[in-house]
């Protein structure tokens, strides 16, 4: 059995290993992370794709606070990231993509991808952060991009992980003592969905696609948006992009 708060050098998923020690007794803020990754994944069952250098993270919550707030634990999540990344380096512009993405210039920096498991007093939740730190993968349907792309300086795992640990609890530890609206007050200034961006959307298992336009996050962390004929709409978990205008 591994012991926790440690980097070893390669795993299938952070994620899995994040969960075995929470199952056998790991404490709230207990970490692990893989400088190789080689099976690591997104959500719906979407692929991470690893380059050595980069971070794989995953860290345990077992939030005390009220189970209405665990919804807002990947906000709380990226909100830490973002803010530690800013302060690494100022000039990066790196925002929030609700509801789990990193974002420097709409290019994909990282990832989150929250686990919850169980429903009583014991659950825990793994929270799961890939981020690009040395190089990012070509080819995917989406534009990436890595901190030192973006930063033009050499940047690895080893530089970010311990100030990215202690950034995403203390986000956790604001969100368990002031609430959400603490949050999102923190989140609003940094996400990539402000207020008027033009979004599209296709609903969870079919194909159509929909339009509309960011107004806010709501209470439950859930994405509010106006579509075409002034309905208001509420998006839990549906990949959003933005609306390029040509
Ligand atoms: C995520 O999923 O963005 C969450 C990724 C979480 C990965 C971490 S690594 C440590 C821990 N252990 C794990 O097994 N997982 C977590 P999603 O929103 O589903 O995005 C997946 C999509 O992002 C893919 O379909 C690609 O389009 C894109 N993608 C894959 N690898 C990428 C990379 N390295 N950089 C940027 N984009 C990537």
């Not at 349907?141 to 609890?169: K, Y």
């Not at 439950?220 to 959003?240: N, Q, T, W, Y």
Request: glycine residues 10%; aromatic residues 4%.
């Amino acid at each position: 059995m591994i012991l926790p708060n440690q980097v070893i050098d390669e795993c299938g998923s952070t994620n899995d290993l994040a969960r075995e020690l929470a199952e056998n007794g790991a404490p709230h803020g207990a970490w692990i992370s893989a400088r190789r990754q080689t099976s690591g994944r997104g959500r719906l069952g979407r692929k991470w794709e690893p380059i050595e250098g980069n971070l794989f993270l995953s860290i345990i919550a077992r939030p005390k606070t009220d189970p209405s707030l665990w919804s807002w634990i990947p906000l709380a999540t990226a909100l830490g990231i973002t803010e530690c990344l800013r302060d690494f380096n100022p000039a990066l512009d790196v925002r929030i993509k609700w509801p789990n993405d990193l974002w420097i210039d709409r290019k994909k920096l990282g990832g989150i991808l929250c686990e919850a498991v169980g429903a009583r007093s014991d659950s825990f939740i793994v929270i799961g952060i890939g981020l690009n730190c040395v190089d990012s993968p070509e080819g995917l349907d989406q534009p990436t991009t890595s901190l030192t792309r973006e930063g033009r300086a050499r940047v690895d795992a080893d530089e970010i992980r311990q100030p990215l640990i202690a950034s995403v609890l203390e986000a956790l530890e604001t969100l368990g003592r002031e609430g959400s609206a603490a949050i999102l007050a923190r989140y609003r200034g940094l996400s990539a969905l402000s207020q008027g961006t033009e979004i599209e959307w296709k609903p969870l298992g079919t194909d159509q696609e929909l339009r509309g336009i960011v107004e806010d996050v709501g209470t439950h962390g859930e994405l509010l948006v106006r579509d075409p004929s002034g309905g208001k709409l509420r998006l839990f978990a549906e990949d959003v992009k933005v609306r390029l205008r040509s």
